[in-house]
């Protein structure tokens, strides 16, 4: 299979020889997927190019690995940006890898999953992205009430991926893995339900993830579970009522 599928968004661009460093590296190693750490943030008013601090995997990680090894290496939960990924679209076909539609971070379940079902996956120090710092990012921008809302369902439609993975793994590796992206999602949740609370229009309610308490720290599962937007409170206010629902239990 010499067809491969590489992802850029529409404000950024890669470098004019990008393409040509992916294909050989695919050419000299006999991996599925290829990552590359090193992200060069380019402001769009000034054209001042700096490398990023952030990266898929850790700095430290070149060469090639297995899946195994990626998560023994103790990589960032969770893994994402679909954008430092070029794949094998077998890799992608074979396995029916596909994005969560109509949700915000859609490449952490794609990302996740690309990284785990490759054999062997090939992590690149060389230079080879270009993420344009556009104001008006999705990701950016402000928070709206509607776009709050979204955050919080997109969370939680990629805890329950996690979770059916999370149960269905019987490599304990793995399993553990997925739980720690489950426990991710599930605070993300509960931290961002604090600005909205079980709303009408949340898209799942508060019965809906009450399987979901399993992956939660204690305080998440028992007292924030219950009264998601007690952060609102004085703190305080907030410490009072958290010693008076634990001495409840």
């Not at 290829?34 to 992200?39: D, Q």
């Not at 990924?85 to 029916?96: H, M, P, T, W």
């Not at 999370?166 to 553990?176: G, M, P, R, S, T």
């Amino acid at each position: 299979d010499n067809r491969y599928i590489v992802f850029v968004d529409s404000d950024d661009y890669i470098e004019l020889d990008g393409l040509q460093t992916c294909a050989d590296i695919f050419k000299q190693h006999n991996v599925e997927l290829v990552s590359f750490s090193k992200i060069i943030e380019v402001n769009p008013s000034s054209g001042e190019r700096k490398e990023s601090l952030w990266s898929t995997f850790p700095k430290r990680l070149v060469g090639v690995y297995t899946p195994l090894e990626i998560i023994r290496a103790k990589t960032h939960i969770p893994i994402t940006t679909a954008w430092t990924f070029v794949a094998k679209s077998s890799l992608i076909f074979d396995n029916d890898i596909s994005f969560i539609p109509h949700i915000f971070y859609e490449d952490v379940a794609f990302c996740t999953t690309l990284t785990m079902k490759c054999k062997h996956i090939y992590i690149s120090d060389e230079t080879y992205y270009n993420y344009v710092l556009s104001p008006d990012s999705i990701m950016r921008g402000g928070f709206t009430r509607a776009k709050r809302i979204k955050q919080v369902f997109s969370y939680f439609r990629i805890l329950c991926y996690f979770s059916t993975l999370h149960d269905a793994e019987e490599n304990l590796e793995l399993k553990e893995f997925y739980r720690q992206n489950c426990a991710f999602c599930a605070k993300e949740v509960m931290q961002n339900l604090e600005f909205i609370g079980y709303a009408k229009d949340l898209g799942f309610s508060k019965q809906d993830i009450a399987p979901m308490r399993r992956y939660m720290s204690s305080k998440h599962k028992n007292f924030c579970y219950n009264f998601p937007r007690i952060y609102g409170f004085p703190k305080k206010l907030r410490l009072w009522f958290m010693r008076y629902f634990s001495a409840k239990q």
